[in-house]
């Protein structure tokens, strides 16, 4: 029981394409279920889930009491929704013999238009920054059914207390969207994250928590993972495991992200990359960034022709020119816009000059204007417009990607 629930994360994330979602949660019974309906039916229709896997791990991964998520055993249950009604919102309840609850909700739009939200960094628990930021945006950008993250959702990732505060809120902004995430460094800690050691060799309680396309890397599978909506293609990539920023699980998801490009390369006009750690983004907070990540992974994008990358990690904001070759593109057919969304929690860092160059069109102070960031995302004909706001809902800044040709 968690916070006198017997039913807890819920959460909502997206299939392998746009009419397909996995509905998640936990229970302590075995015999949890689902009702759904389409919101203009009158009945709910029962559904038993896809999976129900019942976790006791008491003992493992050197966990003690700090590491919560490994104390309390409970069924991790999953059901897969595919082929679901275009234009339609969906309501769901989940039921135990104990308890019924609240009524969640998404939509499925139609596969002709596209609206998200963006967000990096939502860690940082005891406050509501996070929420109040999502909630802002959704308002803002009342279409939109999906948010993204590009990882560091909790501080630290074997404390069940820390996804309480995320996803069991009062202000639960997760209750009526599809949510998509990759994974940070953060959701490989443990009781050990004081010494600097991750506790986690995968990211277990994440992987328990969010069932994503099962289409990635074996060696991160459900931490990367690739879906495509409105002829965008989104890839998550794991950027979170410092263990491995090089050698053969390194190279194994460069492989499945070129390998995956080009079975993919008919099907869209835009590619996505949501990925934890920025690769312009501050070279003094994380150096391993620099020296083993950025040489490699740019390169790839460069060849992929990506269009766009969303980081954080290192908890400023800054937005780069269209870059090609780790130069400022001069065809705007080639090259690719990295977003560092710093933070969309209350975890900031100061501007450490390591982002004044040449290759940077947008600064900002994120710890000195005391803000959280996050953004709405629109394919609008032949463009892609972002526009990031704060917490209060001021615009603090905004481009346009075109399509290339
Ligand atoms: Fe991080």
Redesign the pocket.
């Known amino acids: 029981m968690i916070n006198n629930k017997t039913i807890y994360h819920i959460v909502t994330t997206s299939g392998e394409n746009y009419n397909s979602v996995y509905l998640n949660w936990h229970s302590d019974k075995n015999n949890s279920y689902v009702l759904l309906k389409e919101a203009d039916d009158s009945n709910f229709k029962k559904m038993k889930p896809t999976s129900a896997i019942y976790w006791d791990t008491k003992n493992t991964f050197n966990a003690n009491s700090e590491d919560s998520f490994y104390i309390n055993t409970r069924y991790v249950c999953y059901l897969h929704l595919t082929d679901l009604s275009d234009n339609t919102i969906y309501e769901y309840k989940i039921v135990n013999d104990d308890e019924e609850s609240d009524t969640y909700s998404f939509k499925i739009t139609s596969d002709t238009s596209l609206k998200f939200l963006a967000f990096s960094?939502l860690q940082n628990p005891g406050n509501l920054v996070t929420h109040n930021l999502m909630n802002k945006l959704s308002e803002l950008c009342p279409d939109a059914n999906l948010m993204v993250c590009s990882?560091?959702l909790t501080g630290t990732a074997a404390n069940e207390s820390e996804w309480t505060w995320l996803l069991d809120n009062s202000i639960n902004p997760f209750k009526d969207k599809i949510f998509s995430s990759s994974v940070?460094?953060?959701e490989y800690w443990g009781k050990d994250v004081g010494r600097g050691i991750p506790m986690m060799n995968i990211p277990d309680t994440y992987n328990h928590i969010f069932r994503n396309p099962q289409n990635g890397p074996i060696n991160y599978l459900n931490s990367s993972y690739y879906f495509i909506k409105s002829r965008v293609l989104f890839i998550f990539l794991n950027m979170?495991d410092s263990n491995t920023i090089k050698g053969p699980i390194f190279e194994e998801q460069i492989l499945w992200f070129n390998d995956t490009i080009n079975a993919l390369k008919e099907q869209y006009d835009f590619l996505i990359i949501l990925a934890?750690?920025s690769l312009y983004g501050s070279t003094l907070i994380d150096p391993g960034v620099a020296k083993y990540i950025k040489p490699v992974w740019t390169k790839v994008f460069d060849n992929a022709n990506v269009d766009l990358v969303i980081s954080?990690?290192d908890h400023l904001y800054s937005r780069t020119k269209q870059l090609y070759q780790d130069q400022v593109s001069n065809n705007s057919n080639k090259g690719c816009f990295y977003l560092d969304l710093g933070s969309s929690g209350n975890k900031r860092r100061n501007l450490d000059g390591t982002t004044d160059d040449n290759l940077h069109e947008c600064i900002i102070d994120i710890n000195g204007l005391n803000i959280a960031v996050g953004a709405t995302c629109e394919v609008e004909n032949d463009s892609l417009i972002v526009k990031i706001y704060d917490q209060e809902g001021i615009l603090r800044d905004h481009f346009r990607i075109n399509k290339k040709f």
Request: net charge negative; glycine share 36%; proline share 0%.
């Open positions: 960094d990882g560091d940070g460094d953060h979170g934890h750690k954080g990690h």
